[in-house]
Structures are given as C-alpha cells and as structure tokens.
C-alpha cells in the first residue's frame, strides 16, 4: 500500500477515526505490512506480543484453548484490529490468533507507538477511549462464555459446549480419516448409610458424586481429551484417535479408581455410588454429532437410578 492508501485506511478505523490528517500520515509511515496464509497461526495464547494489528483484508479468528476445546471470541475482517494491548503492557497474549482465509494486516509496534505519543498525545487518548469500549465490551462476553462453558453444580464443562467442541473435532477426524471414542459413565447405584434418604439429599449426593468423579477422572486423561456433565446421572468423556478397542482399555484402567466413590456427607453420612460404562465410537457407531448425541441419549435413557440403605 502506498502512504495515502493507508491514510485512507487507517481513518476507517475506529481507534484512529478523530485524528488529523497529518496524525494518520505520521501513523501510516511507521506502520508495516504482513500477510499470513490460511490457517497460519499469527500468536499464541502465552506469547508475549509488542504491536497492534489492523487487519486490510481477509478474516482473523482470535480464541483461547486448544483442541477440542477452542473457544472463539471473536471474529477481526476488513477494518477491524486486534493485539492493542501489547502496545499498553509486557504479559503474555490473553488468546491466540489465527487467518482463516488469506489475509492482510498493518502492524503497529510499541516502539513507534511510544514515539508517536510521545509527539501527539491525542494519539494515545484516542485509543485509550476505544480500548476502554473494547475491555468493557469483552469482559462483559467473557461473563456469558464462563457461564454457558461449565456446568455451575458440578463445575465440570457444560454440555452444550461440549457437544460444540464435539462439532469442531468430529468434522476434523472425518477430514483427516481418524476416529473418536466418548466414554459415558454413570451412576448405577447409589449407597446411602441412613434408612430413609429424601429426593433433595440423592440430588445433592449425585451432584458431589459427579464433581468427585470428575475430579478422579482427569487425572487419567490427555490434555487433548475432555469430559462434561452429561446429565444428572452420568459423566462423559471425549477422547481424540480412540477406538472401542481402547475404549474398552481406557475402561479398565479408570474402573477401580472411580467405581465405589466414598464420600462423606452431610453429618458425616457416609455414600457411595457403583458406576456403568457405555463406549460409542466415531465413525463406526455413528458417522455425525447428532448421530453420536443421538446415540449416547439412548444408552443413557435405559437407565434407571437405584438407592440402596
């Protein structure tokens, strides 16, 4: 791009909307261009980053996590930006940014950025205000996505944003022609000390009890594995590249350390549970999520919860 191409540019962003035409051509001289293909990873959650980026053309996702569980926040096109707050501080990048298609961005370092408002402090003003919209802005979709991301009782992922994160790894393994085990674990019996239990303590019991066995549960698992709650009575766990051979391996080896939970509750009641397992496999049991969902709602409506005293 020549100087004026970016002048005219850097006025369609929203940071630089009320500078004046000499303050954008000062912006526009220092700033440099790049371009990242698709898919190519532009930083990492983690990394530390030391410049604002202006995205000319093309489509940046910016997201936390690592597969399965990659949460999109948002969504940078033509005119938008990213990075601003490795201009303002030396922590690490709160998430990571990726190209989706082909695209085109101006960079903006600290360096020239601490020169440039050094000699036209509206620079920084102006961006400061547009920063305090964004963080507000964020903070305020971060509040919903922690909502909507775990299950408040158990503290264990939600299921709808398992069954996302389920999405995105199905339609991985049917491109790169792998498969995808999922676990279902549930409550089969329920153990109580006392004679007469009411319905509030069972659910309050089931409720620890999950919690407990979720707790059990991930230390047995890959960082590339993940379990929600999948219901009032059952746990589920995601597992990349398994099959119902290992399946059935992973089973064992988790069996004697999750079935007959012990817990002490309420008064010192003592409770304990044994557990189920049920495997489905994709592609070989089903060939989608709703068919996998589908699949995992059925094995866990035949069930029904036992107490006994």
């Not at 601490?114 to 000699?119: A, W």
Request: with cysteine; glycine share 4%.
């Amino acid at each position: 791009m020549i100087i004026i191409e970016r002048i005219l540019f850097l006025k369609r962003i929203s940071i630089f909307s009320s500078l004046s035409s000499y303050e954008l051509r000062k912006i526009a001289e220092v700033v440099s261009e790049e371009e990242a293909e698709s898919g190519e990873i532009i930083f990492w959650e983690g990394d530390f980053g030391d410049c604002l980026y202006l995205v000319v053309e093309g489509k940046i996702s910016i997201f936390t996590g690592k597969q399965p569980a990659i949460k999109v926040l948002a969504s940078c096109e033509k005119a938008a930006f990213f990075g601003e707050m490795g201009l303002y501080d030396d922590k690490p990048r709160a998430a990571s940014a990726m190209a989706d298609v082909r695209s085109r961005m101006l960079v903006l370092r600290k360096g020239e950025f601490c020169d440039l408002i050094s000699e036209f402090p509206m620079v920084a003003l102006g961006i400061m205000k547009e920063l305090n919209n964004r963080i507000r802005a964020t903070n305020q979709k971060l509040n919903l996505i922690e909502r909507n991301l775990v299950d408040n009782s158990s503290r264990l992922y939600s299921r709808d944003y398992f069954v996302d994160c389920m999405k995105n790894l199905i339609n991985r393994a049917r491109n790169e022609k792998t498969q995808v085990g999922f676990v279902l674990i549930r409550l089969k019996k329920l153990h109580f000390q006392d004679e007469t239990v009411d319905d509030d303590t069972v659910d309050k019991f089931k409720t620890e009890l999950i919690r407990e066995l979720g707790m059990r549960l991930t230390t047995f698992l890959r960082e590339s594995d993940m379990l929600c709650r999948f219901d009032d009575n059952s746990i589920l766990i995601m597992i990349p590249e398994l099959n119902s051979r290992g399946a059935l391996k992973f089973q064992a080896r988790i069996t004697d350390d999750i079935n007959r939970v012990l817990i002490d509750f309420e008064s010192a009641r003592r409770l304990y549970s044994d557990v189920e397992f049920k495997t489905v496999t994709f592609p070989d049991d089903a060939d989608s999520t709703e068919g996998i969902i589908k699949s995992l709602e059925i094995l866990s409506a035949d069930f029904h919860l036992e107490k006994e005293s």
